[in-house]
């Protein structure tokens, strides 16, 4: 079996039925899941209660064929400092901007930006929670960064 039928529900009742490789990340699935429904998905919860990583692919995360995966519709989590803003995408990755000093430049933990939960600031930094318990912090160092 090549391509395996998904049904993502949002807790609103509205669902699509996805079709796509066994290959295709979870992100892959999300994103045309967000296309279905034109609303902006978040984290996609597995029939068990589990949360699915974007970069597993449907094989690694356990997925079956007609497998009801519930997602929830993203709201848009920003943090600020001084002078500096950081939101987290609903692909679980992280943009930041404003000055750098102040946590808006965060290209050096770029790749670490993956599965965050929640994001939190002091004045001069941030702090990003993933979804494996880690934390990531860019900005001043003396404020925490």
């Known amino acids: 079996m090549s391509s395996v039928a998904v049904h993502v529900a949002l807790l609103s009742g509205e669902q699509a039925t996805i079709v796509l490789p066994w290959l295709a990340t979870i992100e892959e699935l999300r994103q045309m899941a967000q296309k279905e ?8 919860v597995s029939s068990s209660g589990a949360i699915l990583l974007s970069s597993d692919t449907l094989r690694q995360a356990g997925v079956q064929a007609n497998d009801v995966i519930t997602a929830v519709v993203q709201d848009v989590v920003i943090a600020a400092t001084l002078h500096a803003f950081a939101a987290i995408r609903s692909s679980g990755t992280v943009v930041a901007w404003g000055d750098a000093g102040a946590g808006g ?3 050096a933990v770029q790749h670490q930006l993956q599965n965050v939960q ?3 600031s002091s004045a001069f930094a941030f702090a990003a929670l993933r979804a494996d318990g880690s934390a990531v ?4 160092r003396d404020s925490g960064g």
């Open 118 to 120: 929640q994001i939190q």
């Open 137 to 140: 912090t860019w900005g001043r």
């Open 37 to 44: 429904v034109s609303k902006s998905l978040g984290k996609l």
């Open 105 to 107: 430049e965060c290209s």
